[in-house]
């Protein structure tokens, strides 16, 4: 076939697919048409079920004439030369957005102008006629405005229909919300009411202009979210430098999800996914993740879960025309200021965490040349922002064991020539237990230790110093041939694998064997639905995002043993009332009911951003049960802190003496574990010390004795 243009409705079709990408794509584009025709009442209804939108508003309204033309491809009224983009303040001027939408849906649009006598109504692809005067809306109140109904949507495209029916429809009304709060920082004062399968979604009186900007910002946000996060919890931060100035609100206290950060750029949300990042491991260089957990009378080892700020950041700068051509969905994905605004951002984001005492890791300055945050070096910085080691959240990868986990445990061989060289550094220079103190009090108290952070230090020994391990990679089948040598200082037992001579962190690797027996009893116990239920009775009040994700996962919260329901109070207020959980669970929560809603949107959030998946394959696939393991990733993390703090306490302590053939039985009952490495907490269990392949080591004369 020889090449030819596309027909033109061909092409639009095609084209459709760059516009109307989802439900949400029309709802932006119909409300910002309605912003654009200075509409100062936007109501939005939403059927996913019937697939129809529309959208009514008090705008200015359509006479017939623009009303025929409304639709054809390229019509617009914004601007006639492309030289006019610089000044335009309108989210529309392709003339594309009607055009797209008719290309995958049925329209109708009635409009009434304050130039023309009567109410206009045009049925695509029919031309215009007059209504009658008692058409309902907003119309029939005012002096002029315009209703815009699709039905039918994606009717020729069955994929993306059946792809509309599959998607929850909580993520649908948090991306409707999204658009809705992106619009309402530009035009505080816009009046907007969106209803959602017949349920009002957001809802946003209109915010006098003389209102500060972090007040217009919260209200703004609680009238679209509700109350995700307390009042008081939102802090003030702006910066300026020249023409670019940054205004917004922090969240003193972290959120669980990412899901509630903006950074809108002259009315344009910013999309670039590499900034988000960078300015989140400026948080995460901080203990600010943890501020929420530090409050709860429920305490956790380490760092189970996430903690994210919660910011809407609004910026001014000098518009080019390219911010407003490179993207359809009207985003800013690069632009000439960014190279200004972004370390503007930082350093509001660095100020704001000194003033609530912290120290981000990463300073980021304005300098003389802000050409450097464009470069790879800058991006380069913020993707690295040195974080303070935390050894309760370390994991392993894979089972290699590099040169710096061991670099300090070699040192200990490179001791003068004298019997028991090894045992006398070990017991010398172990960190955190002096001699002669009481080390089982001492390892209550903290009883996880890193056995990386061993400070052996030692004199020289010119052969031992050649010939370290620089890598060494052991399988899981290894274990099992361990050779036990001997316990070291009741902390550590000394083995050897062929020609390798490791050691093992005792209480470790006891809370491996613990924590894996746990695990597997639990999942059975889920699997089997033979787990100890408690009856309880706590009531939480949550908001209508929080309440439309916890009606879509209530069966998978039902399928690990928390029986909920949702109600309403008097005044409209979502509330969560537990019925049923996991006696273990209650033991954790003692009625602490900040951290019980905590953990459990934790979960929430995990589902909804796919980092675990529902159960109901696992638990209903009668061979998951052998394969009890493949169920840990998607467990809520509530309950593994739970199973990993029970495993650590009654793991076997440092100061515990075990004869040869305990020990021995613990490395047999360790190499049947799934991952024998590293601890419940991700400390490593095992470390090599040296490789013993050397003909001097079979010689009769020996640097030291190991009896």
């Known amino acids: 076939m020889s090449i030819r243009r596309l027909n033109a409705d061909v092409s639009s079709r095609l084209k459709s697919h760059e516009y109307v990408v989802s439900i949400t794509a029309i709802v932006r584009e119909l409300i910002h048409n309605s912003v654009d025709a200075d509409a100062s009442n936007v109501i939005i209804n939403v059927d996913i079920d019937k697939f129809f939108v529309e959208a009514q508003d008090n705008g200015f309204g359509m006479n017939p004439g623009d009303l025929n033309l409304l639709g054809a491809r390229n019509m617009s009224s914004k601007i006639e030369f492309l030289q006019q983009l610089s000044t335009i303040d309108t989210y529309g001027f392709r003339g594309e957005a009607i055009h797209m939408i008719l290309q995958c849906s049925r329209m109708k649009v009635i409009s009434k102008s304050r130039k023309c006598n009567g109410i206009w109504s045009r049925e695509f692809p029919f031309p215009v006629h007059v209504m009658d005067a008692n058409e309902i809306g907003l119309i029939k109140y005012g002096d002029s405005g315009t209703i815009v109904r699709i039905s039918d949507l994606f009717h020729n495209f069955p994929v993306r229909r059946e792809m509309l029916r599959k998607k929850p429809l909580p993520e649908i009304i948090s991306a409707i919300r999204a658009e809705v709060l992106t619009v309402l920082v530009k035009r505080p004062d816009l009046k907007i009411s969106v209803f959602v399968n017949h349920r009002l979604c957001a809802q946003s009186s209109s915010i006098d202009q003389p209102e500060t900007i972090p007040n217009q910002l919260t209200r703004c946000f609680r009238n679209v979210y509700g109350e995700i996060i307390p009042l008081g919890q939102f ?311 929080e309440a439309n994700w916890f009606h879509e996962f209530k069966p998978e919260f039902a399928k690990w043993g928390i029986f909920l329901t949702l109600n309403y109070s008097n005044s409209g207020v979502p509330i969560l009332e537990l019925l049923k959980v996991p006696k273990f669970f209650n033991d954790k929560i003692k009625l602490d009911d900040a951290f019980l809603k905590s953990a459990l949107l934790q979960h929430i959030y995990d589902l909804k951003s796919n980092l675990r998946r529902k159960v109901s394959y696992f638990f209903d696939n009668e061979r998951s049960i052998s394969k009890w393991w493949t169920v840990i990733p998607h467990m809520p993390r509530v309950y593994i802190e739970i199973i990993n703090s029970k495993s650590c306490r009654s793991a076997i302590m440092f100061g515990t003496t075990l004869s040869k053939p305990e020990c021995e039985i613990l490395v047999s009952d360790l190499s049947k574990c799934q991952w024998p490495f590293q601890c419940a907490h991700g400390r490593p269990s095992i470390v090599p010390i040296i490789e013993l392949s050397d003909p001097l080591f079979r010689v009769n004369s020996k640097d030291y004795d190991i009896t």
């Open 235 to 545: 802090r003030y931060v702006s910066a300026a430098f020249k023409s670019h100035f940054v205004k917004g609100i922090v969240s003193s206290h972290p959120r669980a999800t990412k899901d509630f950060q903006y950074i809108i750029i002259n009315g344009r949300p910013l999309d670039d996914p590499r900034f988000y990042s960078a300015v989140n491991k400026l948080f995460q260089s901080t203990k600010y993740a943890e501020r929420n957990w530090n409050s709860y009378t429920v305490k956790s080892v380490g760092s189970p879960y996430s903690g994210y700020p919660l910011f809407i950041v609004t910026c001014e700068a000098p518009s080019q025309i390219s911010d407003l051509i490179q993207d359809p969905a009207k985003r800013i994905v690069q632009a000439e200021s960014l190279k200004i605004l972004y370390p503007l951002i930082l350093n509001a984001m660095i100020s704001f965490l000194k003033h609530i005492g912290y120290e981000p890791a990463l300073e980021a300055t304005i300098v003389e040349n802000p050409s450097l945050y464009e470069s790879e070096n800058f991006w380069a910085s913020t993707k690295k922002v040195p974080v303070s080691p935390k050894p309760a959240t370390t994991h392993i990868v894979d089972n290699r064991v590099s040169k710096s986990q061991v670099s300090k445990m070699l040192k200990v061989l490179r001791a003068p020539v004298k019997e028991n060289a090894i045992i006398s550094k070990l017991l010398e220079n172990t960190k955190g237990i002096p001699k002669g103190s009481d080390q089982h009090s001492l390892f209550n108290r903290d009883s996880e230790f890193d056995i990386r952070s061993l400070d052996l230090s030692g004199t020289e020994s010119s052969y031992l110093k050649k010939h370290t391990i620089n890598e060494l990679k052991l399988f899981k089948s290894q274990v099992r041939k361990f050779r036990v040598i001997k316990q070291v200082d009741r902390k550590f037992i000394l083995v050897s694998s062929g020609q390798v001579i490791l050691i093992l962190d005792q209480h470790a690797c006891h809370e491996r064997i613990t924590v894996e027996k746990m695990l597997k009893e639990t999942i059975s116990n889920f699997m089997n639905n033979t787990i100890e239920y408690t009856d309880v009775c706590v009531k939480i009040n949550i908001s209508s995002e």
